[in-house]
């Protein structure tokens, strides 16, 4: 479980932001939506974890960059030590608006539950190499230190077993030390490596009919409760199959194909396979027809938001089964409101929800501050400073009342959060035409003599 999320020089985000999910205790009981007791982990008893938090902001104010922090994050543990050109410099993004900051090491930290003890862990880089990296554990509430890494080298703690000495060799100065340990089956390293790679999700989502099509051929079968809820939603969907596409014009296997290939330009293209084994079957979903029975329309004939669907809700079924975190930019983007609050209510509720899922989430569907499945705490804000950096903060920074109209006082700019709000400027309302004839009175063209 995902506790807290933090970033500094990243992308808009200057100083150090923090995303939490830890409930706050509020007044009034919020009884709609699950939190998941931390009680049996040491130094959490009385704590909550949330299902969802929800980022609402003006356009280009961070809420993506938020999503893709997260998800830098997660590539650098993943891929540092084994993907990584080991001479290779380190793509990062820092700030851009403070040419100070252009030498300072972006920074990244999580605070997460494993086998029920709460960890910390983060790291620290430039271009050059990894400045810094630390993981801590709290086994009896107080900090507790498994390694840290600086320029020096790494300092490993009492509680840290296993080999280190040997990987920590292995660890170049472009890799994590908890990426060489996941390599190398190192016990808790690997436990790391494995709870930040659960963290799974979307940024620019492709709904294209052949990028759907590709997506479900590498995943399989598309799970019933996909199929169930496209049809409780009202898409009309009721189930699905795969079409073999074999005509005239198309080779009639993989094989006759790379044979053509290798003949030809005498290489393997194995690796494109896939690919091409993909482009051989077309997912069709069945749609009800009037009088019973239904008929089967490929994807090229499915709206945006059903495809949009159909990805996003295997990824949250998966989710919900393994109780990890779900990581989604602008869930409203081609679905109706009243689907986005189905699927709030998959992460709030006990029954769909039972092993602590979690869902982050960026929105501009102001509707949904009206849901009976998010509380108060779950709801978060950004915001761009005078100097260009993003602002992340909670609702209940303002501390609104149980019965206030989140919606009516979130466009009211009560809490941020929103464009400037005032009159259009005066310019906007001149047609080109307008402006061309007042620049001709005042610079008339020369008479021909």
């Known amino acids: 479980m995902l506790l807290r999320f933090r970033v500094a020089n990243h992308l808009s985000f200057r100083d150090e932001q923090e995303l939490s999910l830890v409930a706050d205790n509020l007044r ?13 982990v040491p130094g959490l008893r009385g704590e909550r974890g949330l299902p969802v938090a929800i980022l609402y902001g003006a356009n280009a104010s961070g809420k993506s960059n938020l999503v893709q922090a997260i998800r830098y994050m997660r590539g650098v543990v993943l891929d540092s030590q084994r993907a990584w050109d080991p001479e290779g410099a380190i793509a990062r993004t820092p700030f851009a608006l403070d040419p100070s900051l252009v030498e300072t090491p ?3 930290e999580m605070d997460f539950v494993i086998d029920g003890r709460w960890y910390q862990y983060g790291f620290e880089l430039t271009e050059k190499q990894i400045t810094g990296e630390w993981l801590y554990a709290y086994p009896h509430g107080r900090r507790a230190r498994m390694f840290q890494r600086d320029a020096t080298g790494i300092r490993f703690g009492k509680s840290l077993t ?19 340990g996941a390599q190398n089956d190192h016990p808790l390293l690997s436990k790391v490596w494995m709870n930040i790679r659960a963290i799974f999700g979307f940024e620019g989502l492709d709904v294209r009919p052949q990028a759907v099509n590709e997506y479900f051929h590498k995943k399989g079968d598309i799970d019933d409760r996909v199929i169930k809820f496209l049809n409780f939603v009202g898409t009309g969907v009721v189930d699905y199959k795969w079409e073999s596409v074999v005509d005239g014009n198309r080779v009639s296997s993989a094989d006759d194909l790379f044979t053509m290939i290798k003949e030809e330009y005498r290489q393997k293209f194995e690796n494109l396979r896939s690919l091409f084994e993909a482009s051989q079957k077309r997912l069709m979903l069945f749609h009800e027809v009037a009088g019973g029975g239904s008929i089967p329309l490929d994807l090229s004939r499915e709206s945006a938001g059903t495809r949009r669907l159909l990805m996003t809700l295997s990824e949250i079924f998966r989710a919900l089964d393994h109780g990890t975190p779900f990581v989604l930019d602008e869930i409203d983007s081609s679905l109706h409101t009243l689907a986005v609050e189905n699927i ?11 092993y602590g899922a979690q869902l982050l989430t960026t ?10 499945h998010l509380r108060r705490d779950e709801i978060w804000f950004t915001e761009k400073d005078r100097s260009g950096a993003t602002q992340l903060y909670p609702l209940t920074d303002f501390s609104p009342r149980a019965s206030a109209n989140l919606e009516k006082g979130y466009l009211l700019g009560r809490y941020g959060g929103i464009p400037f709000a005032g009159p259009l400027p005066p310019q906007l309302a001149e047609s080109k035409s307008a402006k061309d004839e007042q620049t001709q009175e005042q610079h008339p063209a020369a008479e021909e003599p």
């Open 344 to 354: 709030l209510e998959l992460f709030a509720s006990k029954e769909t929800n039972p």
């Open 106 to 108: 972006t920074r990244f």
């Open 363 to 372: 929105t501009h569907d102001t509707n949904l501050l009206r849901s009976a």
């Open 162 to 180: 296993g080999e280190k000495d040997t990987i920590s060799r292995l660890t170049r100065k472009n890799s994590l030390f908890v990426s060489a």
């Open 28 to 40: 009034a009981a919020e009884d709609t939506s699950i939190t998941f007791p931390l009680d049996h």
